[in-house]
């Protein structure tokens, strides 16, 4: 699907060298030689090169890779943490790399917040007070932050431990007190470095899944690090895979999956259970014929044996799907002497965003086996899943698992 939200930050050609001559490093770079023969010959290591990537409002953005891949580097460049050698970080405008100390400071708070591995909670403070820890360093009033802090322990699910304190905590909760602090401060940007790898398995699809419910009632631009593949696919929109410091591929979860860059990505991504992860999007055919709410009776019937069809969807003249017309409903109204076709329709079919796990779909198929409608969030017809369709991805998923 092409992208139509505004780009909320802008990496262009952003490298980090550390050592002393990031200069010498980035010569031999640039004439081919990789991070392990730059070490080799300088002592300098190429943490990030020439990275570039957008990040949309609103947009849940994994950045991923194993060890060493340059993650964590690459988030604390974004707020500036860390400088980078080069490149541009913009954010609504302002080029981060080239802000002066107050300007950046203030850049922060209104950008920025934090949530990190090992939650990063003061244990003399309550739950309340952790939350309202950075409104009480920006010195917003008592009362107000008390407020703010109450809401954003509510959006996370832990109204009523308000006075409880970190020790009291399991470490899902504990990093739910992070998460509310990071929101409580209200910056634009939500970075989360890690944020679950310190939990346990099932408290950490547990968090995943708060995550991604957060996301759908909030909206929050949030950049996420990983090195867990499972992980990026289940909760992000897109992912930037890097590999020594570069990117290696950027897409989404359906297209790193079906569409991998190079031999690398591809054994990054053998084992993963495709079928799980794989979307309507995937196994949607374009809609073959369809009528009009204007179409009489007779026309749609006329299309339906043009197509061997025994029905039809009907869509208005912006494609948002109305209903389905059946041949005998059409046969009804031609000898009932309507022009109209809208009484004639059924809602006993199903309909699914391009974003349906696939798995989900085969038990939506009824008895009469009507294609799935794939539509958009304006309820436009995009196309059609077919039973056979599903079972082909299905199969071909379990093929490469």
């Avoid at 060298?17 to 300098?44: C, H, M, N, S, Y």
Wanted: aromatic content about 6%.
């Amino acid at each position: 699907m092409e992208e139509t939200r505004p780009v909320k930050i802008q990496v262009r050609g952003l490298s980090k060298v550390f050592g002393k001559q990031p200069k010498r490093a980035l010569e031999l770079r640039d004439q081919g030689l990789k991070r392990p023969e730059i070490l080799e010959k300088t002592g300098q290591t190429l943490g990030l090169s020439n990275i570039s990537f957008d990040v949309y409002e609103g947009e849940l953005l994994v950045i991923m890779g194993l060890s060493g891949s340059g993650k964590s580097t690459l988030i604390r460049c974004l707020n500036r943490l860390i400088d980078s050698t080069e490149g541009d970080i913009v954010i609504d405008g302002e080029n981060i790399p080239t802000l002066g100390e107050k300007a950046l400071l203030e850049c922060r708070r209104r950008h920025f917040s934090m949530v990190f591995q090992n939650f990063a909670l003061f244990p003399h403070r309550t739950v309340q007070q952790n939350a309202e820890f950075g409104l009480e360093i920006r010195g917003i009033d008592k009362a107000k932050r008390r407020e703010i802090a109450h809401g954003a322990l509510q959006q996370v699910g832990l109204g009523g431990w308000e006075d409880a304190y970190p020790n009291q905590l399991s470490g899902g909760m504990q990093q739910r007190v992070g998460l509310a602090r990071a929101l409580a401060n209200d910056a634009s940007v939500l970075l989360m470095d890690e944020a679950f790898s310190a939990l346990d398995p099932l408290i950490r699809k547990d968090m995943q899944q708060e995550l991604l419910q957060l996301q759908t009632r909030m909206q929050k631009t949030t950049v996420f690090i990983t090195h867990d593949l499972d992980e990026a696919l289940s909760i992000g929109d897109r992912i930037v895979l890097l590999k020594d410091g570069e990117v290696v591929q950027i897409g989404t979860p359906e297209e790193i999956l079906t569409q991998p860059a190079d031999d690398y990505v591809r054994r990054f991504i053998e084992g993963v259970d495709r079928a799980r992860i794989l979307t309507a999007e995937s196994a949607m055919r374009p809609v073959r014929t369809s009528a009009r709410d204007s179409d009489g009776p007779r026309t749609a019937l006329h299309r339906m044996r043009d197509y061997s069809l025994d029905s039809i969807y009907v869509t208005d003249r912006d494609r948002r799907l109305l209903g389905l017309l059946e041949a005998d409903a059409a046969s009804r109204a031609i000898e009932e002497r309507a022009d109209k076709l809208t009484a004639y329709l059924t809602q006993d079919f199903r309909r699914v965003s391009p974003e349906e796990p696939l798995q989900n779909l085969f038990a939506m198929f009824s008895e009469k086996s009507y294609p799935i409608a794939v539509v958009d969030d304006e309820q436009r017809l995009l196309g059609v899943v077919v039973k056979g369709a599903v079972l082909h991805e299905l199969a071909r998923a379990g093929e490469e698992h």
